[in-house]
């Protein structure tokens, strides 16, 4: 290990409020699940094929409720107190917000499919040198994980440093080059309004997602650092969490909102990783769903507003644009035809309601034949939202009004910006087109 041993990169200082979870029986859900929304993104996805470093405290983990998420022969240690016992038990509680374990008992994390990798870069006293945080970001690029080698990356630093290091900013670039995610905490410094308080690494804003806290009511923590790096802001305040070899603490600070992100990221690479290759594509998705928060628009308190992750899920970070057609009163298509429309209003280019729908189709006999052997048929709008498709008789037009939709979409706002024509069989294969 090379010996430049300046500066010292800290845990930013962090409340302990209770080191008992004694009240709880079963798996506790803690308050901020429902308010950035993970029930209904856990319908979509729990974060599978994402892989999650854990820079920190903890390197050797047998707490029950992150045992079965470690991938623990890649957990690693870069501090030079080789020591097995995490007496900062920091890291454990970062790691369980992350991928706490979905089973019966403690907690539960942002992404629970999330595999965790911890690596151990903070000694016992809770402080670290920047090259062994600059060579724990590059083992997170550069670690072959075997058969989660191909998953998605993502890294979390729930700590910082009041100075700047070129090292550690040459080892994010490095990680960013090679297309794995970085989320940092700003710092528990406290925010005046006037004086930027970001610590490094999170004050590296083109590289890393950056992150404030806030309480359950959504206001900015008196403890956490702000300033122009901030990206966006999540909870923070009385926490819970794994402690230890089997214990529960609730905690405050960035470092408990920074997990929280980072959980929130791994559900969208889980879901959107196709689409989101840089940092910059992350950062762009998570800013366009969060809630503003503050005064309006972006801020060095929120960053773009409050974690949510219902818009992040469901919206897809880089729509295709399909094809314009000006105002059709009528949409002819066969089955060889585009199948992809939109209709924008003439003068203002704005997207319009569409109050019917009107399709007249002209079906091949061999298409029609298809169709009528399908057990199931769907139509699919450009949001991934889907109506059934019953009796369609090919040698009519099809009259689909919004009322008629509504009853497959009843919580749905029925703006259909787009429309696409596929037709699935009983086993979600596209059978025509
Ligand atoms: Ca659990
Ligand atoms: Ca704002």
């Known amino acids: 290990m090379t010996e430049h041993k300046i500066p010292l990169i800290s845990l930013p200082p962090y409340k302990i409020n209770d080191l008992s979870f004694s009240t709880m029986s079963g798996q506790v859900k803690d308050y901020w699940h429902d308010l950035i929304g993970t029930t209904d993104a856990f319908k979509q996805t729990k974060g599978v094929g994402v892989v999650a470093f854990v820079l920190d405290t903890a390197y050797k983990v047998t707490h029950p409720d992150l045992y079965d998420n470690v991938l623990h022969e890649y957990c690693v240690t870069f501090t030079d107190d080789k020591v097995d016992n995490n007496n900062q038990k920091h890291g454990d509680h970062v790691a369980g917000l992350i991928a706490g374990t979905d089973n019966n008992i403690g907690i539960i994390g942002v992404a629970p499919a999330t595999k965790l990798v911890l690596v151990r870069c903070l000694n016992g006293n809770g402080q670290g040198y920047e090259n062994w945080i600059a060579d724990a970001i590059k083992y997170c690029a550069d670690v072959d994980l075997g058969e989660h080698n191909n998953d998605k990356r993502i890294i979390n630093m729930s700590l910082g440093m009041s100075g700047t290091s070129r090292l550690i900013e ?3 670039k490095y990680v960013n080059s ?9 710092g528990n410094s406290g925010y005046d309004g006037k004086r930027d308080s970001v610590n490094a690494p999170a004050i590296y804003d083109d590289l ?18 702000g300033g122009v790096a901030v990206d966006i802001a999540a909870y923070g305040e009385n926490i819970y969490s794994t402690y230890g070899d089997y214990g529960y603490a609730s905690l405050d600070g960035t470092s408990m909102a920074t997990p929280i992100v980072t959980g929130a990221c791994a559900l969208i690479l889980s879901k959107w990783g196709d689409v989101i290759n840089t940092h910059r594509d992350l950062e762009i998705h998570l800013k366009n769903n969060a809630k503003d928060l503050g005064i309006s628009g972006e801020d060095n308190y929120f960053g773009a507003g409050a974690l949510k992750l219902e818009g992040a899920i469901k919206n897809n970070p880089n729509p295709i644009e399909p094809p314009i057609i000006e105002q059709p009163k009528l949409f002819k298509f066969a089955f060889s ?18 109050k019917e729908i009107v399709l007249s189709i002209n079906a091949t006999e061999k298409a029609e034949s298809v169709y009528d052997n ?10 991934g939202s889907v109506a059934e498709l019953n009796n369609v008789d090919f040698h009519e037009i099809l009259h689909l009004t919004v009322d008629n939709l509504t009853k497959h979409f009843s919580d749905r706002n029925l703006q259909v910006d787009f429309i696409s024509m596929k037709c699935y069989d009983n086993k979600k294969r596209i059978i025509l087109f």
């Not at 090679?178 to 700003?186: N, P, S």
């Not at 203002?348 to 569409?354: A, C, E, F, L, Q």
């Not at 399908?374 to 450009?382: I, Q």
């Open 170 to 172: 040459n080892a994010l």
């Open 178 to 186: 090679k297309g794995v995610f970085v989320v940092c905490a700003a």
């Open 208 to 225: 890393v997602i950056s992150v404030s806290s806030i309480n359950e009511k959504d206001q900015f923590s008196d403890f956490s650092s």
């Open 337 to 354: 035809d585009l199948r992809t429309i939109k209709w924008k209003d003439n003068g203002t280019n704005n997207y319009i309601k569409v």
């Open 374 to 383: 399908m057990k199931e048929k769907y139509l699919e709008f450009f949001d």
